[in-house]
């Protein structure tokens, strides 16, 4: 039955590459409901899955001259909608990650007077941190003097938390001996 299915839909492929608007329409209502399933099962938003299918047919509208094997429609079109699924995964996480940055960055700091903090220690250290790697220079600064989280901070840098952990680790070692 798979066989006949890929051969079905592999004819109206062709039909659909010959002009025939029809076929594509017949190629939508049998994979449509699927695709929007699948697409649900990745972003777990309907509406969001619908934009996501729509989105997929119009790539593959566009591109459909570039399937070389039409019997293999099937999992062409799903692979799209499982791309372009991900791809929107991405930019929401992106869009989160940057309103969450905004929000921190605008969120007012707790700021100690620096007369507090003995001048020359208090240079010595800004003087170390800028000797400090261009990574480890950042991680410092995102956790000590922006005050985000481990988990913020990788998110940010696109690093996982070990490795800011880690960064975090290196540059106060290397900080100490500078201090000493």
Not at 63 to 69: A, Q, R, V
Not at 73 to 78: G, N
Not at 121 to 142: P, W
Request: proline letters at 2%.
């Amino acid at each position: 039955m798979e066989k006949i299915n890929r051969i079905f839909d592999g004819l109206l492929v062709l039909q659909y590459k010959g002009g025939d608007r029809k076929a594509m329409a017949t190629l939508i209502k049998r994979y449509h409901n699927q695709l929007c399933s699948h697409a649900f099962w990745y972003t777990r938003d309907m509406d969001l899955a619908k934009d996501v299918v729509q989105d997929s047919w119009h790539k593959a509208l566009g591109s459909i001259g570039k399937l070389k094997d039409p019997n293999k429609f099937s999992s062409w079109i799903m692979t799209i909608v499982t791309r372009k699924s991900l791809d929107r995964l991405d930019e929401i996480r992106k869009e989160r990650v940057q309103k969450e940055h905004i929000r921190h960055t605008l969120k007012p700091r707790r700021q100690e007077p620096e007369s507090r903090y003995n001048p020359e220690l208090l240079q010595r250290l800004k003087s170390g941190i800028q000797n400090l790697s261009i990574d480890h220079q950042t991680v410092v600064r995102l956790f000590y003097l922006q005050e985000y989280s481990m988990k913020e901070i990788s998110e940010i840098l696109g690093i996982s938390a070990g490795t800011v952990k880690s960064r975090l680790f290196y540059a106060r070692e290397k900080l100490k001996t500078y201090l000493k």
